[in-house]
């Protein structure tokens, strides 16, 4: 069937909605070396002011060669603007008190991934973005603070 500009140019527009948010979505705070008792997670943030559907997306945790890979987000979740999500990984995930966090979406596409950090501290200290959601993809995007799992890094 052949198709004129208008419907292309209607299916385009629909594609950048549907993509365009969750382009935005970052990894905001991570835990690598979690008190006793504790798990590794990843927190992840929407800074757009779109919900996003983050059904079947996943992440993981790589240090060295160790990876620990987090649970798909359950099928209807959806991330409201400036909301957060969190996955927790598995007790007696073992490694190196560092690493670095990946985000996958639905797809298998990578959305977002961050430098490789250190914690050898074994507290509830994490790194995140500070503000919520800031990526100027430099270092000093991140900063090693008490943990905020689930709500904003600045206090």
Not at 41 to 70: H, K, L, M, R
Not at 96 to 116: R, V
Not at 128 to 140: C, E, L, M, N
Request: proline share 5%; aromatic share 10%.
């Amino acid at each position: 069937m052949k198709r004129n500009g208008r419907e292309f140019c209607i299916a385009a527009a629909l594609l950048a909605l549907l993509a365009g948010p969750a382009a935005s979505v970052v990894i905001n705070e991570m835990e690598l070396n979690p008190p006793d008792g504790d798990v590794d997670w990843i927190e992840i943030y929407n800074p757009d002011n779109q919900s996003v559907d983050i059904s079947s997306w996943t992440a993981e945790i790589t240090d060295g060669s160790w990876t620990g890979q987090f649970e798909s987000v359950p099928a209807g979740t959806i991330l409201p603007p400036q909301g957060f999500y969190v996955f927790n990984g598995l007790e007696g995930w073992a490694h190196n008190d560092g690493g670095y966090a990946s985000l996958y979406s639905a797809s298998g596409e990578i959305l977002d991934k961050t430098a490789k950090r250190l914690d050898g501290m074994n507290n509830d200290f994490t790194y995140g973005r500070s503000p919520d959601g800031y990526d100027t993809d430099k270092d000093a995007d991140w900063g090693l603070r008490s943990a905020t799992k689930g709500s904003s890094n600045i206090r």
